[in-house]
């Protein structure tokens, strides 16, 4: 007879066989998941590509009741919603898109025993109505994604989560998962004392990816490298961008020197197209993504053959989470990051620019209330269009400060502040019978509005703008600026889903926001500068293995070097000289050089141009045309 043990183990395996086709577990997911099982607080810290989903998602599957996943993104619970939903496990995510109506239907699945994982975020865990439907449903276990957001020595701290511990209180038998993909051995302490953790199973594993040759280039001409790297590497991959308009200008160069199979992604992009590209990406061999880091978040691709930065991250956590999307099937895989020391001093130059001091984020908060009106005390219901110019205008600040606040007020959970391309919403405040009091042409265009918009009689509704006005015969602009009348006739509330939106979520109180959440705020930047200057530590040194600086800044001490990153290639050829691995170039065939950069991509580009001119002067290389070399035998 098998023992209880044995039986556990069979059971995972069957179920991670029939329901992702794997047969056997990576690293530490089976031990973790056999610790939720036997109800032990647990804590995991696996790197970027580790499988951290799986790890609740299973146990969700096989043990009685629902799964609680408790995550800051909602991009990301949307993802891992689509992927369960896709294997045939009932999940199900409260947000605030949801109406009264849906909210309920999602509860009764859950109260009904139906629903396996539902997704919430950690200022649900204060919301009433949800504090009173929790006690009817039976929660299997809690699991808290992105734990690290629960540290303030990060700049990810959300308050939210520190009300993780007082919810738990309700739930003392039900065990909790933490797991995080990047955390220092102080942030790993951190998690475990405030998330209440009892005797937690701790299973960290080590960052070190053995597969990953770290490339790391001082490069001026960053186009042209990359153009000879894609040609060099046909295969399916990510270019990070620091901005949406370098994606866009870096794709647009590629496809005009004949390099088709790219395309851009952005929080800019509307949900439809970023989702269509998203499928195509993941399903081809060779397709490339040039991206914002809005991409990569929750994706698990198999087959991703490198990732290049076209600028550096502003983390050597965001840069360790971007790199770890390549190589996931456990072949090699190339990461490259691409820097100068002008780009470098700009980034500098852009932190200090986005950083207000105390008299600049007080205006800035004065004129965000002013704008709309809002006293002290007071706590507006609807929504808001928001024109950042208008308070760059008043202030006399810069959007970068402004919209750093803006982030900063979004996490710490006063307002919701929407800068991506969304649905537009509707909402009318007068019935379809009573359009006879309006004005003809206004009771025409709601009449209108009510044909085209099913439920919009009785609630808010989302839709698109662009393809009511190509069924309709609109002019975009005169559509808009209808709705916009309407709207100060007060016969609707309008919000434009291609403008930013702020919703205040908390009653403004301008003595805490000038106290304790300067303080905050003042520190977040503080650690920003700080991560900023180690990163750059880590980009600039040429004495240290890459992939050693990246364990030691995780706590990993007395890592043996990697044998492949630029630093240990170099040192490793030190006795071959540059002129030799030229030669073994050459040998194959003539080559530009952008093509030999490429190919010997651990030596700098000037370096090798000015071998080449050596080689060239003492008769060694010959010119084939105006930009190739070839061996001159």
Known sequence: MLSSKESQNILIHQTLKQFWGFDEFRSSQEQIILSIINGKDTLALLPTGGGKSLCYQLPAIILEGTCLVISPLLALMRDQLQSLQALGIEAELLSSDLDEFEEETVYNRCKEGLTKVLFVSPERLQNQL?????????????????AHCISEWGQDFRPSYQNIKRFRQDFKNVPCLALTATATNQVVDEISIKLGLHQPQVFKKSFRRENLNIIVGN??????RILEFLRQNPSSGIIY??????????TLYLKNNKFQNVDFFHAGMTARDRENLQKKWITSQFHVLVSTNAFGMGIDKDNVRFVIHFSPSSTLENYYQEIGRAGRNGQEAIVLLLWNEQELKNIDDIFKNQIPNKTEYEKILMYLYSIFQIGDSDLPERTFQLDINRIKNLSKCSNAKIKNILTFLNNQELIYYKNSISSSTLQSFINSEDLEQLAPSDAY???????NLPGLAIQKVHFSDLAFCKKNGFDILSFKERLKQMQKAGHLEYLDGSQHSIKFLKPRNDRHLSGEYWSLFNQIQK???KKWEENKFFIKDTDF?????????????????CGKCSVCRKKTNTKRTLSTEIFEQLAKRPMALEEVAANLNFHSKESISDTLIFLLDIGKVKMLNYKTYMLNQ
Do not use: P, W
């Open 241 to 250: 961008t620091r901005t949406r308009r370098e994606a866009e200008e870096l």
């Open 445 to 451: 265009f709601m009449e209108l509005l009510f044909r």
């Open 545 to 561: 293995c890459k992939m050693k600086l990246i364990l030691s800044y995780f706590g990993e001490r007395d890592a043996d070097n």
């Open 130 to 146: 949800f504090l009173r439907n929790i006690q009817e449903i039976h929660i299997s276990f809690i699991a808290v994604d992105e």
């Open 219 to 224: 490069t001026a001409d960053k186009y042209n």
């Open 527 to 529: 650690n920003k500068l």
